[in-house]
């Protein structure tokens, strides 16, 4: 009887074991499928981004630069790519860049782009857009969650208090 009583105990702690075994990837997958993407379409590359704001990160001006340089240096951490940032020129035109693939992303001021081959995405704050060709539909689609979710977090907020906290662009416009 003991032995029949430890050959059970045996084969319920098998399946046990089977069962979580089995049900673990299947979990896993559905918190992946119900996260912000499925697929990372950056993972593995380099992400070109032009930031063309017309101020210098080590100068008076360079905060709303060296806010986007942060929310860059996140967004390849977290998406697993590298981001090599091209300073703008005083007379380069990046959204011609953008347009032919040259660049992936571009930070501008310029929030009212009339142009069906480039999307803005957010107004990353009062002072700077996102924009992307408007081909890149996979890649739209993960870095519009992704500026959801960090606009969302603590971090967003402590960075934009770090780099705005005492700069009110408006009235450095009066």
């Known amino acids: ?10 084969l319920r702690n098998v399946i046990i074991c089977f069962t979580i075994i089995c049900l673990t990837p299947l979990c896993e997958k559905g918190r992946i499928l119900s996260g912000a ?10 992400v070109v981004c ?3 704001l017309g101020d210098d990160m080590y100068g008076s001006h360079g905060l709303e630069t ?22 703008a020129g005083e007379h380069e035109d990046y959204l011609d860049s953008l347009r032919q693939g040259k660049v992936d992303i571009v930070i501008t001021h310029d929030k009212d782009i009339d142009d069906s ?4 995405l957010s107004e990353m ?5 996102w924009a992307f060709n408007s081909s890149q539909t996979d890649r739209i689609r993960q870095i519009d969650n992704w ?5 969302a977090s603590d971090e967003f907020d ?14 450095r416009a009066e």
């Open 125 to 129: 704050n009062e002072c700077s857009v």
């Open 117 to 120: 081959n480039i999307t803005i």
């Open 50 to 52: 032009a930031i063309d």
């Open 158 to 171: 402590t960075l934009k208090n770090r780099y705005h906290g005492s700069f009110n662009p408006q009235k």
């Open 1 to 10: 009887m003991k032995l029949r009583d430890k050959t059970q105990r045996r």
């Open 147 to 151: 500026i959801g979710y960090i606009k």
């Open 37 to 46: 993407h499925s697929v990372n379409a950056y993972a593995g590359h380099e």
């Open 66 to 87: 060296g806010f986007n340089y942060e929310l860059l240096r996140r967004f390849a951490k977290d998406n697993h790519c590298n981001v090599r940032i091209v300073a």
